[in-house]
């Protein structure tokens, strides 16, 4: 049995939200760890990212594949009060 994590993000960086109204509207980006890690391989879709999910998504049940669990790292940053793109990991 072989286990696959495929992931769809935006970018690679989490920002702290900025909850004030002050002049200094900058973010400062909280870096996300980006291994190298051999065998991973970057596709760009040329659908959107709510789209390619979806795809990706349909494309794994298609092949007789379990996805046990599906990560939206979005969500979970809004809950500890930080924002960023879009990112989700398939399990």
Aim: charged share 25%; hydrophobic share 35%.
């Amino acid at each position: 049995m072989a286990t696959v994590l495929l992931t769809g993000c935006q970018n690679l960086g989490l920002f702290e939200k900025n909850t004030s109204n002050t002049e200094n509207s900058s973010r400062k980006t909280i870096t996300a760890s980006a291994t190298n890690v051999e065998k991973t391989k970057t596709v760009n879709s040329k659908y959107s990212y709510e789209e390619t999910l979806q795809r990706l998504e349909k494309a794994i049940v298609s092949k007789n594949m379990t996805v046990f669990a599906k990560v939206d790292h979005t969500k979970a940053a809004q809950k500890v009060e930080l924002s960023t793109s879009h990112c989700a990991d398939f399990w």
